[in-house]
């Protein structure tokens, strides 16, 4: 699997402006549900549900929320670049500014994992993460994206 099979250029948001973890979580949910075709408040319940596990901040700025839903086909992405950073409980106790969101099958045998895994690597790439943080466009930071995997 690899980054352009999760995302298109329509699904990266850039300046992103939250009030929380809490806010990010819907506001996301907002832009995917009309992707996957589901209600957005279903959406932010499973990601917020899936947070209560543990949160999904990797650490280094960087924050993967997913979550399995009742009728999403395959796994679809967004990623988002936040205007500031913000508090998501990641696991290095920094904040977060980079954010990819995930939506997978309800279907435990999906290729949930390789989607994990594949946004991982790419996000945890220091040259990545930091090409990432200086783009000010959605298209370059598609490209960036894409181009890593």
Request: net charge negative; proline share 5%; with cysteine.
């Amino acid at each position: 699997m690899q980054i352009a099979d999760l995302i298109d250029e329509a699904r990266v948001l850039m300046d992103v402006q939250p009030s929380d973890k809490a806010d990010l979580l819907r506001l996301l949910s907002k832009q995917i549900a009309g992707f996957v075709s589901i209600d957005a408040l279903q959406i932010a319940s499973a990601l917020t549900t899936r947070e209560t596990l543990g949160s999904t901040g990797m650490g280094d700025g960087i924050a993967i929320p997913h979550a399995r839903i009742v009728g999403v086909t395959h796994p679809i992405g967004l990623f988002a670049h936040l205007k500031s950073p913000i508090d998501y409980e990641a696991i290095d106790g920094n904040p977060v500014d980079l954010v990819f969101l995930i939506v997978m099958p309800a279907d435990p045998r999906s290729d949930q994992l390789q989607a994990l895994a594949c946004v991982s690597r790419c996000l945890r790439n220091p040259r990545i993460a930091a090409e990432l943080r200086m783009k000010a466009d959605a298209l370059a930071s598609f490209r960036i994206l894409t181009a890593s995997s």
